[in-house]
């Protein structure tokens, strides 16, 4: 910056030098043009009254000053400086067809006009030499400063706040240097404690401009804040989860698997994947190295790290959620030049790391209320449950105008099991029985645990009374077909099936249990393992 100055003001000055010198020489050359023009003038009037001309003339040639003097035809005025041969010619007219030509010896004439050039030139050369020392010995303290300024801007643009000014200077300038210094100490303390706060929140190694990081890291963090507060009002983990996803794809992450995996009974209960993920991580999920260590995994840690990756791709597998009744898996899979996904793994972890506790209170909430509704022997659902269904299920089938089925079953001599073989032999013949029926029906359908060893099956969408008996015998004969584990031995069971159907049979939802419970108790008194559908016969029977 200082040599721009003084080269500025160099300029300034030659500029103004050549300004002046122009100046002068035009004055001098109009103030000679001036002198030339009278005493030209003079000479020709002269001349005029001079009887003997001739004589007059060869007098003035022999002055000092002229050189020549004639009389030349022809009307011309003007002046002619020859430098080449010293001289100065004037042309002025003498009478109406004839022009007095006078050459001026030029020597002197010439000579001072160049030592005053010269002395102009000298004087300028002088002065410019003198303000450039006065103005350098004075303005470098002040352009010093402004270039420490500029090398400490350039550090703090790099992330460096530890480079500070100082000057000789005394006044305000010295003012001026200690008051920016405490700003670059202000801003070093609360740029600290901005890094030492975000880097909590993500574990980022530093890059080449902190400045850059943090900006882009704050980015992140207002990101996944957002996210955060979005999921918070979610129903489920399983909307939260397809969240996540969004997330990954706007990472530009295009090779991916991400699982959630239910701890308590140690399976898969959500799965996507998309791209070439090169692992069997889908189909044995429990064996996955980032599950049983909770920790996340690079390949680039050690080679062959995880034995079901069988591609040559790197990837990163990380485990979210990793305490608890639900735990996560997201394995990202990259080509090995795509440094940028390395780059985003630390918001990603973020994102997760986040989300984790959310996702795991919603998805213990989830939990507990199947548990709360569903029987733990044999996850058929419970009473409780088909008390809070069965008036949806009514207003649905009217709206649409179709027939719902109700099958009561009862395990024939259920009681023998338990008094034979013990309480352990009776579970797992229900637990059996639970899943063949299951097994049987279609997910819209339910089933409910009734009680004890009664099981009570409502069937939607029916379109008349033989499908409900074909469904009915379907589980009857799957029952008796089955081999149930009695401890060392193996047993036979048969179940009673009573049918009931809405609206044939019943307009209302206990009054279509009530009649199927019905059918059950003619088929148990009629020998047992048998369907047998409600008719009105059976109301008389029963004197209902």
Not at 324 to 341: D, P
Not at 474 to 492: L, S
Request: aromatic content about 10%.
């Amino acid at each position: 910056m200082k040599k721009r100055i003084l080269f500025i003001i160099a300029l300034i000055m030659i500029i103004s030098t050549i300004i002046r010198t122009l100046i002068v020489g035009v004055s001098f050359i109009s103030f000679s043009n001036h002198i030339i023009e009278n005493q030209t003038a003079l000479i020709a009037d002269i001349i005029k009254e001079v009887k003997d001309k001739n004589k007059f003339l060869t007098l003035i040639k022999k002055s000092g000053p002229i050189k020549n003097i004639e009389i030349l035809p022809g009307i011309k005025n003007e002046i002619i400086y020859d430098m080449k041969h010293k001289i100065i010619v004037s042309f002025a007219p003498y009478n109406q067809v004839n022009s007095l030509k006078i050459e001026y010896v030029g020597n002197k004439y010439f000579q001072k006009f160049s030592n005053a050039i010269i002395q102009l030139i000298t004087i300028a050369f002088i002065s410019l030499i003198l303000i450039i020392l006065i103005v350098n010995y004075f303005l470098t303290p002040y352009l010093e400063i402004l270039e420490k300024i500029k090398i400490s801007t350039e550090k703090i643009l790099n992330g460096n706040f530890k480079y500070k000014i100082n000057t000789k200077l005394k006044g305000e300038a010295k003012d001026f240097v200690h008051s920016y210094n405490d700003f670059i100490n202000k801003l070093d303390d609360s740029f600290g404690v901005i890094e030492k706060k975000y880097t909590s929140l993500i574990e980022k190694p530093p890059g080449k401009n902190p400045l850059v990081d943090a900006k882009e890291t704050i980015e992140q963090l207002a990101d996944i804040f957002k996210f955060k507060r979005v999921i918070e009002d979610d129903l489920n983990e399983q909307i939260i989860l397809k969240r996540i996803i969004t997330v990954i794809k706007n990472f530009n992450i295009k090779h991916y698997a991400l699982i959630g995996i239910d701890n308590n009974e140690k399976k898969v209960f959500f799965s996507q994947n998309e791209g070439d993920i090169c692992c069997d991580i889908m189909e044995n999920p429990l064996e996955c190295r980032a599950y049983r260590l909770k920790h996340p995994i690079n390949s680039r840690d050690y080679e062959n790290l995880c034995a079901f990756h069988i591609c040559k791709n790197e990837y990163f597998c990380i485990p979210f959620s990793v305490e608890g009744n639900f735990t996560g898996i997201l394995k990202i899979m990259y080509e090995k030049e795509n440094e940028n996904i390395l780059k985003n793994i630390p918001y990603i972890k973020a994102y997760l790391k986040e989300t984790s506790s959310i996702i795991e209170s919603k998805y213990t909430l989830e939990l507990l209320k199947k548990q709360s509704i569903k029987d733990p022997l044999t996850t058929l659902y419970n009473r409780r449950y088909m008390e809070e269904i069965l008036p949806q299920i009514f207003a649905s089938a009217k709206r649409r105008n179709t027939k719902i089925g109700f099958l009561m079953i009862d395990i024939d001599y259920f009681k023998k099991v338990n008094d034979t073989y013990g309480h352990d032999a009776g579970d797992k013949v229900l637990q059996t029985v639970s899943n063949i029926i299951l097994n049987s029906i279609r997910e819209s359908d339910v089933a409910v645990r009734f009680g004890g060893e009664e099981f009570l099956i409502i069937l939607t969408d029916l379109n008349s009374k033989e499908d409900l008996l074909n469904a009915a015998e379907k589980i009857r004969q799957k029952v008796e077909k089955t081999k149930f584990n009695a401890g060392k031995e193996t047993i036979k069971k048969t179940i009673s099936i009573g049918a009931s159907m809405f609206p044939d049979d019943c307009q209302k939802p206990w009054e279509c249990i009530k009649f199927s419970d019905l059918a059950l108790y003619k088929a148990k008194n009629s020998g047992r393992n048998r369907v047998i559908v409600f008719d009105e016969k059976l109301k008389k029977e029963a004197n209902y």
